[in-house]
């Protein structure tokens, strides 16, 4: 089940002499549509053949300055065809701007599947580190197209290779190898969201990540049913229980020599959440198999962060189960011990996500963890707040929000924090056990927070990603994000960590 190869990058101060595609902007300035990035031989030769401006010539065909609007335009000399993509106001071309107008073009191209992979230029008049790395991400993401399974032979690469244009000198070569590490970690947990639950389980999810540990300077460790039962992992075996599946703990641990801070990863990995007893009704059950958004996610950034070498320590946990109603399933008013001893009164089967994070949170925080970043589709509630396309963010310590938005805010991903009030913590009080695992309908994200927080030890940074809306995109694609699994969090976890080094 192996992830799709992202397209070969290069950051170049000239355009390579010949490309299939050149992408070149368009932005709307105050006298009127404006070309970006075409350069001067290309708009004189095409002018040549075609009889009048490229400009022109674009606008006659449709080209749109609406940010992410393509166009294809046929074109003279160094390229085949022109991609035109819309760049919105001229003023407010940020990097992120950048990125998913970079992202659509390339969605267009890849969806022209050119004869043996297009090889596409990428021109956005990107002059600094900044804005070429976004136009460079955007790229690749937006390349990305899923592999269907099929009897039929797989369909080949439909992008060969991606240059963007921009004069970096020597900083290019390291931009274009953190751009492609970083990208191909996306790709790998759209990879796995996508994939369906009766092929991607506990069991071949804890593979996956024994193979991406493999010829890499990650150690892994991955605990079956017996090593639950054994070390008391009450949360895991009670949702795993009702599947026939097993459920796994996996564990993985990069130690890099001269690291100082130790981050903890913990990711939410419910291969299938049909609700359990509690079941949910066929239309929000469909897209469930996107509940392991937040274990690919810290798997796929914590591989990236050793592919980067970067100098610092991660403990990654990715807590896996499949919840299933059966004769062996778990109970609304059971009460469960997760691991450490702390009792839990389940209020309902479809929370089972807190009680899998609950046991590897607890189970991390002996890891003594400078700082712990949970991920995970947790709540409906939290879509309710936020829509499709924002996170949220809660959390016991400002300067770990801080951390989160401020790489947030590189990478282009939105996150949003949402106040974690003692509200929360008293409406867990249980008279059967030591705590109830929900408080209610009302305030669902921060209740299921205030959950969590509980078995993250006194005192350490904890924040909690709930990506129950943008890990998985159920409409019609946009800028660098697919239909599907999108890969939330990855860049962000990433940026993170890099801050940290
Ligand atoms: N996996 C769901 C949350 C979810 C919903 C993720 C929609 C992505 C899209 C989670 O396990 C769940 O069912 N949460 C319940 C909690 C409730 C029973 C306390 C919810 O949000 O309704
Ligand atoms: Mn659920
Ligand atoms: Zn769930």
Same mark, same amino acid.
């Given at each position: ?42 708009v ?12 022109d ?10 940010v ?5 335009v ?31 073009a ?12 297009a ?37 080949p ?7 963007v ?36 389980y ?43 599946r ?74 896996m189960? $499949?919840? %299933?109603? /059966? +004769?062996? *399933?778990?109970?609304? !008013? ?5 691991? =450490? ?21 607890a ?14 589709t ?23 929000v ?23 913590? $008293?409406? %867990?009080? /249980? +008279?059967? *056990?030591?705590?109830? !695992? ?5 305030g =669902? ?20 990603l ?20 999108t ?15």
């Amino acid at each position: 089940m192996t992830a799709p190869a992202i397209p070969q990058l290069q950051l170049s101060p000239t355009p390579p002499r010949s490309s299939d595609i050149l992408v070149v902007g368009l932005v709307e300035a105050p006298d009127g549509p404006q070309l970006v990035g075409a350069d001067k031989n290309l708009v004189a030769a095409t002018a040549k053949r075609f009889g009048r401006p490229l400009l022109d010539l674009a606008t006659e065909l449709g080209a749109r300055t609406g940010v992410g609007q393509v166009t294809l335009v046929p074109a003279a000399q160094s390229a085949a065809r022109l991609a035109v993509v819309g760049l919105g106001p001229v003023e407010r071309v940020t990097p992120e701007v950048l990125r998913r107008a970079a992202g659509s073009a390339l969605r267009t191209v890849a969806g022209l599947g050119l004869e043996g992979g297009a090889a596409v230029t990428v021109d956005l008049g990107t002059a600094e580190a900044e804005t070429a790395q976004a136009a460079a991400e955007g790229a690749l993401l937006g390349s990305y197209r899923h592999q269907p399974i099929s009897s039929e032979d797989p369909d080949p690469a439909a992008v060969r290779s991606v240059t963007v244009v921009a004069d970096l000198g020597r900083r290019a070569g390291e931009l274009a190898e953190v751009v492609g590490v970083v990208c191909q970690a996306v790709l790998r947990a759209r990879h796995w969201v996508n994939l369906p639950p009766n092929l991607l389980y506990p069991e071949t999810f804890a593979e996956e990540a024994r193979a991406l540990a493999r010829g890499t300077r990650l150690a892994v460790e991955v605990l079956d049913e017996a090593a639950l039962t054994k070390g008391g992992y009450g949360g895991l075996l009670a949702v795993g229980g009702g599947s026939a599946r097993g459920p796994r703990l996996v564990r993985l641990s990069y130690r890099p020599r001269g690291a100082t801070t130790h981050l903890v990863l913990v990711g939410k990995g419910i291969t299938f959440d049909s609700g359990g007893l509690n079941l949910k009704p066929g239309d929000s059950m469909y897209t469930m198999k996107c509940d392991m958004a937040g274990a690919a996610a810290v798997l796929a950034a914590t591989r990236a962060v050793a592919d980067l070498g970067l100098k610092v320590s991660i403990t990654c946990y990715a807590a896996m189960a $499949e919840n %299933l109603p /059966s +004769s062996s *399933a778990y109970r609304p !008013s059971d009460v469960l011990t997760i691991y =450490g001893g702390t009792t839990v009164e389940n209020a309902n089967t479809d929370a089972e996500g807190r009680l899998v994070m609950a046991d590897a949170l607890a189970r991390s925080q002996e890891d003594e963890p400078d700082l712990v970043l949970d991920v995970a589709t947790l709540t409906g509630a939290c879509m309710v707040a936020l829509g499709d396309r924002i996170a949220g963010v809660m959390s016991n310590d400002d300067e770990a929000v801080a951390r989160v938005l401020d790489a947030a805010e590189v990478t282009g991903e939105e996150f949003w924090e949402l106040p974690l009030t003692d509200q929360f913590r $008293e409406g %867990l009080d /249980s +008279s059967v *056990a030591d705590v109830k !695992s929900s408080g209610g309908r009302l305030g =669902g994200a921060m209740s299921a927070a205030a959950f969590l927080e509980r078995f993250v030890a006194e005192g350490t940074p904890w924040a909690h990603l709930d990506i129950a809306g943008p890990a998985f995109n159920s409409g019609k694609p946009w800028g660098h994000v697919p239909e599907g699994g999108t890969g939330a969090a990855v860049r962000t976890l990433v940026q993170l960590a890099r801050s940290l080094a």
